[in-house]
């Protein structure tokens, strides 16, 4: 029952998130929204921006890994992008409200994933510290993110497809 009031509750932020701005939305709309009462909201968060860390954390992640982790790095970045496209208001939006904090700790963990994924297959060829490999995935952590953040802060014009392709280039 928690995660599907949980759920409930995600979506109708995002309903919300249709008609009017992040700033302009109350607990009370959500729960309006889900025909449940404020007590049940705060039993699952602690406030609005608790939801959407919950949003962020649970909905996108699990859009991202579906079914399985994916195959190649390429993959992974290819279903951020889509999690974004498909939810380009709420990511708009909260990106807006929040000055990017809970997108960009979301890109990060997902693009360190990525990227260890690559060093670790990549790395049977030769030998790197631990201390290297978390530099070297740091880095390309922080690089997609900020190509990630430009591109959202940009109005999301660029084609995905085409940033993958310079990506795989450059890797």
């Not at 602690?46 to 992640?61: G, P, S, T």
């Not at 999690?83 to 990017?100: A, D, G, H, R, S």
């Not at 790197?128 to 530099?135: A, R, T």
Request: charged letters at 25%; hydrophobic letters at 45%; aromatic letters at 14%.
């Amino acid at each position: 029952m928690t995660k599907m009031t949980r759920t409930a509750l995600a979506a109708a932020l995002k309903k919300l998130l249709e008609k009017k701005p992040l700033s302009k939305i109350t607990v009370t709309d959500i729960t309006r929204e889900c025909e449940i009462n404020r007590h049940t909201f705060y039993y699952h968060f602690r406030d609005i921006y608790d939801l959407i860390e919950w949003i962020y954390v649970n909905e996108a992640e699990q859009y991202i890994i579906g079914d399985g982790a994916p195959v190649t790095w390429q993959e992974g970045l290819r279903r951020l992008f889509q999690y974004i496209l498909e939810n380009e208001k709420f990511v708009v939006e909260t990106y807006m409200f929040f000055q990017k904090d809970n997108l960009l700790q979301f890109v990060h963990k997902h693009a360190a994933l990525l990227v260890n994924h690559i060093v670790e297959r990549e790395k049977a060829d030769f030998v790197i510290s631990q201390e290297k490999q978390k530099f070297a995935v740091d880095f390309y952590a922080y690089a997609l993110e900020g190509i990630i953040y430009a591109w959202v802060k940009n109005g999301m014009k660029q084609d995905p497809e085409e940033i993958i392709r310079m990506l795989s280039a450059m890797i």
